[in-house]
């Protein structure tokens, strides 16, 4: 080769070189951006990800509270409708308690119970419990109502001495109180 050829050889190997580092250059570029664009779209995306779990779990939390409303507002529908049977319980009880002793009458009084029981049966299905209170319990005004304050022989202060009326409750909240003597 001559010297000739040999310039031109190293000046095409030169261009060839300097073509060569300015599209390494020009990829490293791309490459630069493109790191700083996909850091920006992850950090985007965490941000949206983080806010689509912070809404699910507010979603969440507001359809728990929606349901727990339901059911208050259930609750208390029911026991608004259920409070006007409670004294036509009272009185039933009431004529089971002081029934005839003429046996011409027990199958009545049985038909009476009977009906009683079925009624209290049907309002424990719904949740509606008993609010039981016995004699020598201690008064609770929570569930309960005090009609008397009065001496009683084998009581102590504060103890139920008898539950004159049942009283009611549905889950925790309390239907009507249970109406109670108590000793002093």
């Known amino acids: 080769m ?18 060569l580092q300015a599209e390494i250059d020009n990829l490293a570029r791309e490459y ?22 912070r809404e699910r779990a507010s979603f969440a939390n507001f359809k728990r509270r929606m349901e727990q409303d339901a059911m208050a ?27 005839p002793i003429s046996p011409e009458v027990q199958q009545w009084c049985i038909g009476l119970e009977l009906i009683v029981q079925k009624m209290l049966n049907t309002l424990s299905e719904q949740g509606v419990e008993v609010i039981d209170v016995k004699p020598g319990d201690a008064f609770d005004p929570n569930t309960q109502e005090a009609i008397t304050h009065e001496e009683a ?13 049942a009283g009611y409750k549905l889950k925790d909240k309390i239907i009507r109180p249970a109406l109670v003597r108590v000793a002093k």
Not at 2 to 19: F, L, M, P, R, Y
Not at 32 to 53: F, H, I, P, V
Not at 153 to 165: L, N
């Open 2 to 19: 001559t010297e000739q050829e040999d310039k031109k050889t190293v000046s095409e190997n030169e261009k060839s070189a300097e073509a």
């Open 32 to 53: 630069a951006e493109l790191k700083e664009e996909s850091e920006k779209l992850r950090t985007e995306a965490a941000e949206n990800l983080d806010g689509l779990q």
């Open 73 to 99: 507002i259930y609750d208390s529908s029911l026991a608004d409708h259920i409070r006007p049977f409670l004294p036509v319980i009272d009185d039933l009880e009431l004529a089971i308690k002081h029934q």
């Open 153 to 165: 022989e084998g009581f102590e202060d504060g103890q139920v001495i008898e539950t004159v009326r």
